[in-house]
């Protein structure tokens, strides 16, 4: 779909008491990569799957950077708000509750910029290979939401101390944050899907049958 500020797909889950998810891809990806993840750790949640506006030489992302790691604050800040007024917008039209985003990498950047700049429009949120958005945290409330962040040991672009930061970050906001770091590097595993399908089974809004 294209007449929202997004390009996207819904996904419909046949499962109303099952928490929706907002589906963020990587750097170079689209709106159709995160979808068979997103089955994956939530069998019968609607899932809603964006494409990051930004192109970088050709490559969708979620806001600019200047290097690897290195972000466009201004940019974070006005991509994650456009983000957040696609995704209240996408909930009307498509009759959702606040999701639960999941995201990868950059998605998964811009998923923490938005739960520390619009808390509201979020449930919580699995970060997979998350970074620390902004230097310095905007004061947020995140109070009754919860977030798993899934670190890679090796990961060549994210230090342990950068997610580190990210948890405190979070916590410091009222989050209660679950933080993970599997023996892998930047790339996901099926470790991953396994973490992130029992925290998504262990949050309340997310009952199995
Ligand atoms: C980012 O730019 O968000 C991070 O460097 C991760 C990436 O997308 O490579």
Redesign the pocket.
């Known amino acids: 779909m294209t007449d929202l500020s997004h390009i996207h797909r819904f996904a419909p889950g046949n499962r109303r008491e099952a928490a929706p998810l907002l589906l963020l891809h990587?750097?170079g990806g689209d709106e159709n990569d995160l979808l068979p993840l997103g089955q994956a750790v939530a069998p019968g949640a609607s899932l809603l799957s964006v494409r990051g506006n930004v192109l970088e030489h050709g490559m969708p992302?979620?806001?600019r950077?200047l290097a690897?790691?290195?972000?466009d604050e201004d940019d974070v800040r006005r991509r994650a708000n456009e983000l957040a007024d696609f995704l209240l917008e996408a909930r009307r039209r498509y009759d959702l509750e606040a999701p639960i985003a999941l995201g990868y990498?950059?998605?998964?950047?811009?998923a923490a910029a938005m739960m520390l700049l619009r808390p509201e429009v979020l449930a919580g949120g699995v970060l997979l290979?998350a970074?620390v958005?902004l230097r310095v945290a905007p004061k947020a409330d995140l109070a009754g939401k919860s977030v798993l962040i899934v670190s890679g040991h090796s990961d060549p672009?994210?230090p342990p101390s950068n997610s580190a930061a990210l948890t405190s970050m979070l916590e410091n906001a009222g989050a209660e944050v679950e933080h993970r770091t599997l023996p892998v590097g930047?790339q996901l595993s099926q470790a991953d899907l396994t973490l992130a399908k029992k925290w998504l089974q262990s949050q309340s809004s997310f009952v199995v049958q």
């Not at 690897?68 to 972000?71: A, I, L, P, R, S």
């Not at 990498?105 to 811009?110: D, T």
């Open positions: 990587g750097t992302r979620f806001f950077r690897e790691g290195v972000f990498s950059n998605g998964a950047n811009i290979r970074m958005p672009i994210i930047h």
